[in-house]
């Protein structure tokens, strides 16, 4: 974990072949809340994009560079004051030359709050 003590994993739910289910919970007490933002923290995007990397690599069982993005929206703030809990579903895709591809949506509660395409190259 690039950040420690960022997030808890509660579960990883493996639904098929290549979709999974991740809940989580953000250390709403982090430092990087600190600064992002002061009396209201917000989820910073890059830190959701770590999130998904981290993920994918215990996932796959394996380490990843991030290649490329594609289709990137933000939807909504995290505020993990409010909601802490984060519901991540990632269609993970090994494709060719060690490429691997995820599709995610991340949820709290019933809010979309990411949807996000990576595609990342396997490091051997």
């Not at 003590?5 to 991740?22: A, E, G, L, P, R």
């Not at 995007?45 to 981290?54: A, D, P, T």
């Not at 991030?66 to 809990?85: D, G, H, R, Y």
């Amino acid at each position: 974990m690039l950040l420690n003590n960022f997030y808890t994993i509660k579960s990883i739910d493996k639904k098929d072949d290549q979709n999974y289910t991740v809940v989580l919970f953000i250390n709403e007490n982090h430092e990087v809340f600190k600064g992002h933002f002061p009396g209201n923290p917000i989820m910073p995007g890059v830190c959701m994009m770590q999130i998904i990397k981290e993920l994918t690599e215990q996932i796959m069982d394996t380490t990843v560079v991030m290649q490329s993005l594609s289709n990137v929206k933000f939807m909504a703030l995290i505020n993990p004051q409010v909601t802490p809990e984060l519901q991540l579903e990632l269609n993970i895709v090994t494709a060719e030359d060690h490429l691997i591809k995820v599709k995610n949506t991340t949820y709290f509660g019933e809010t979309v709050a990411l949807k996000l395409g990576s595609t990342y190259k396997e490091v051997k």
